[in-house]
């Protein structure tokens, strides 16, 4: 009989996409409500978490939501149903429904949000617009010559070495290494008392923060010493998988007008709010989904040609100050796409479960 999926098993498969640990400060993603251990009948993927869509889910016979937007944003001192985020988790919990989301950590992932705009308008030579700092580290280790092959290997197959589109980048020193074993080690060189002089190499791999235990088990895994040296590293380089913002090229310019009425068709949004074009083409584009004004000056320093974000107040607009095009899309609109990129992803990982796409559409907001 084939094991029933438990939400930790689609949460795994979730955070390997977007790892919490990328999500900003202020955010609250994650297991909103509901228990690792739950076994999952069925799984609801939507944009935000409505009472309507939990509703969907209860049809459904679905009970694990998964959102792009955390319903629980910040703390509650009351559940009394008195407005929607308390409806909704009221409802979500009678009828042992979990609520799972992914939101700036998604956005911060390069095959996250502004991927599937970037992909959405045909961008090419993707990069990531504003990366971030302080998310890498270096691991230095040492390894006799002789193993030194097989400790890369496992270190690379846990993620380690990986450096935009290169995989298993590392640098090697040869040195000379010394140790004597004491009475109660059982050394796999050498023996008890006596000084052993070893030729090792010093191995250096680099890796994204979240992956530490993951890197470490691998390395203790593989090496052959009883004792494994090693030290690890932070390291301010920009991550440039990690981060806010995407910017990339249209395979051929085209008019700023026309850019924008293809815009408009491709988000599927019933308006564009823009500012000037700078120019008379359309070539170098930056994005951002949802609210993106914090990336303006990122954009212009990229040498965009247009910034197409969201929810950019009256006087914001000002900001781009003849130096690029601002288009705003609508919060909405620019991550509606969302549900299609986190529907992808389960699928393939979980072709034969039952993944809803919901139908309904939660933007609040109405145009005439």
Not at 302 to 313: E, L, N, P, Y
Request: glycine share 6%; hydrophobic share 45%; proline share 4%.
């Amino acid at each position: 009989m084939t094991p029933m999926l438990q939400i930790k098993d689609i949460t795994a498969c979730l955070e390997q996409l977007a790892p919490p640990a990328w999500q900003e400060a202020y955010d609250n993603s994650g297991l909103i409500t509901g228990y690792p251990h739950q076994e999952v009948t069925g799984i609801l993927v939507t944009l935000d978490c409505t009472e309507a869509v939990v509703q969907e889910a209860i049809d459904h016979g679905a009970n694990l939501i998964v959102a792009h937007h955390p319903i629980l944003f910040k703390g509650l001192k009351k559940i009394t149903g008195a407005n929607y985020v308390e409806r909704v988790l009221i409802r979500a919990i009678r009828h042992n429904i979990a609520i799972y989301a992914l939101h700036t950590n998604l956005d911060n992932v390069r095959a996250g949000v502004n991927r599937a705009i970037a992909e959405r308008l045909a961008l090419q030579n993707l990069r990531v617009l504003a990366s971030k700092k302080g998310t890498l580290q270096k691991l230095v280790t040492f390894a006799p010559r002789e193993n030194a092959e097989a400790v890369l290997s496992a270190l690379f197959s846990a993620g380690a070495g990986a450096i935009g589109s290169y995989a298993e980048c590392s640098f090697q020193t040869a040195g000379i290494g010394s140790f004597t074993p004491n009475d109660q080690a059982q050394p796999h060189i050498g023996q008890a008392g006596k000084r052993e002089h070893v030729e090792e190499l010093r191995l250096e791999v680099m890796f994204a923060a979240p992956q530490q235990q993951v890197i470490l088990r691998a390395l203790h895994n593989s090496h052959p010493y009883e004792e494994v040296a090693y030290y690890i590293s932070a390291l301010e380089n920009a991550n440039q998988e990690v981060g806010s913002g995407m910017i990339g090229q249209l395979a051929t310019p085209v008019p700023a007008r026309q850019f924008l009425q293809t815009l408009k068709h491709a988000m599927q949004t019933p308006v564009v709010r823009h500012t000037r074009a700078i120019g008379t083409t359309v070539s170098r584009v930056a994005v951002c989904g949802g609210a993106g004004s914090f990336l303006l000056n990122d954009a212009i320093t990229a040498g965009a040609d247009v910034f197409v974000s969201a929810d950019f107040k009256y006087h914001e607009f000002f900001d781009a100050d003849g130096k690029i095009m601002v288009a705003d899309i609508g919060h909405y609109e620019s991550e509606q796409f969302t549900k299609d990129l986190l529907f992808t992803v389960l699928k393939e990982k979980f072709p034969t479960f039952a993944i809803i796409f919901s139908k309904t559409v939660t933007n609040p907001i109405s145009y005439l």
